[in-house]
């Protein structure tokens, strides 16, 4: 996996070679062949994209592409865009959360299996086979519904009630403009250490240093662009996919959203520090007199 500007050609090569040069060969080695079926394993990837994985979308179209050129011959052909399977396979393997995160449940072995079965009895050119929870799919993918190529699913998909105060749950900008100015700093830069945990996989305890780069606590590229859609959709903003490398630390991250984003007045110097007791004291003894 990899941003698309940092895949080499053997990057490439590599995920490319089993899926296309594979398929390639049988679909040679069987054209004198009356088959019944000759069934290929796409990836939902080649469908709706996956984060880094520009490589493996294109060995899976190829597969697709294949399907469709020999069904235009009138040879038997099945191009499956399995979506990820639980319990087993690559994405059982993964330990973060980043199929979740775009609505995209797993497919237990069983199901997959009947729906396999399913699938070839009704002889279908090129069925996309996914758990999806298409709301959280739109939301993770900020797609509005009106327009696109999931419009139709979406509009046919029951989209969840607001919470009771008409506001979307989570929703922490409100939550900002809810509070002091002196108390919104620390509020984001907790959930900004809410959102690396999910991107790292991390659980509710593990500690995410606020003025260490995120690179040293174990970011990647595709964390960093994984982190900066988080931000987009729990802030409902487009922030550019530069924003961890030019703010590296969750601190620096804070400070940008608020003062250049977010556009929250800033928080007076004087009342950055909460007074202590004893200042309170003199104050109030210098006021009386």
């Given at each position: 996996?990899?941003?698309l500007?940092?895949?080499?050609?053997?990057a490439?090569?590599?995920?490319?070679?089993?899926?296309?040069?594979?398929?390639?060969?049988?679909?040679?080695?069987?054209?004198d062949?009356?088959?019944?079926?000759?069934?290929l394993?796409?990836?939902?990837?080649?469908i709706?994209?996956?984060?880094?994985?520009?490589n493996y979308?294109a060995?899976?179209?190829?597969?697709?592409?294949?399907?469709?050129?020999?069904?235009?011959?009138?040879?038997?052909?099945?191009?499956?865009?399995?979506?990820?399977?639980?319990?087993t396979?690559?994405?059982?393997?993964?330990?973060?959360?980043?199929?979740?995160?775009?609505?995209?449940?797993?497919?237990?072995?069983?199901?997959?299996?009947?729906?396999?079965?399913?699938?070839?009895?009704?002889?279908?050119?090129?069925?996309?086979v996914?758990?999806?929870?298409?709301?959280?799919?739109?939301?993770?993918?900020?797609?509005?519904?009106?327009?696109?190529?999931?419009?139709?699913?979406?509009?046919?998909?029951?989209?969840?009630?607001?919470?009771?105060?008409?506001?979307?749950?989570?929703?922490?900008?409100?939550?900002?403009?809810?509070?002091?100015p002196?108390?919104?700093?620390a509020?984001?830069?907790?959930?900004l250490?809410?959102?690396?945990?999910?991107?790292?996989?991390?659980?509710d305890?593990e500690?995410i240093?606020?003025?260490?780069?995120?690179?040293?606590?174990?970011?990647?590229?595709?964390?960093?662009?994984?982190m900066?859609n988080?931000?987009?959709?729990s802030?409902?903003?487009?922030?550019?996919?530069?924003?961890?490398?030019?703010?590296?630390?969750?601190?620096?991250?804070?400070?940008?959203?608020?003062?250049?984003v977010?556009?929250?007045?800033?928080?007076?110097?004087?009342?950055?520090?909460?007074?202590?007791a004893?200042?309170?004291?003199?104050?109030?003894e210098?006021l009386?007199?």
């Amino acid at each position: 996996d990899g941003m698309l500007g940092a895949l080499d050609w053997t990057a490439f090569q590599a995920v490319m070679a089993p899926k296309v040069r594979a398929a390639w060969h049988l679909h040679q080695a069987t054209l004198d062949h009356d088959l019944d079926l000759f069934v290929l394993f796409s990836s939902v990837a080649a469908i709706i994209g996956n984060l880094g994985q520009g490589n493996y979308a294109a060995a899976n179209g190829f597969m697709d592409g294949l399907a469709q050129e020999r069904r235009r011959r009138g040879l038997a052909a099945t191009s499956i865009n399995w979506g990820p399977w639980a319990e087993t396979g690559m994405a059982a393997a993964l330990e973060s959360d980043r199929f979740a995160a775009q609505g995209i449940g797993g497919l237990p072995p069983a199901q997959g299996l009947r729906l396999l079965d399913a699938v070839l009895r009704e002889a279908v050119g090129q069925p996309v086979v996914a758990a999806m929870d298409w709301p959280a799919f739109a939301a993770a993918r900020g797609l509005d519904g009106r327009s696109g190529l999931f419009a139709a699913l979406l509009a046919a998909t029951p989209r969840p009630a607001p919470a009771a105060d008409g506001a979307p749950a989570g929703d922490v900008v409100a939550a900002l403009a809810a509070v002091l100015p002196a108390e919104r700093p620390a509020l984001l830069r907790r959930h900004l250490q809410d959102l690396a945990r999910e991107t790292l996989g991390y659980g509710d305890e593990e500690a995410i240093a606020l003025d260490r780069p995120l690179v040293e606590q174990g970011f990647d590229s595709l964390m960093s662009v994984d982190m900066r859609n988080r931000l987009n959709r729990s802030l409902g903003q487009v922030l550019p996919a530069s924003l961890l490398f030019d703010y590296p630390t969750l601190d620096k991250i804070a400070r940008h959203l608020l003062a250049e984003v977010l556009r929250f007045d800033p928080v007076p110097a004087e009342a950055a520090a909460v007074p202590s007791a004893a200042a309170l004291l003199d104050e109030l003894e210098r006021l009386i007199g």
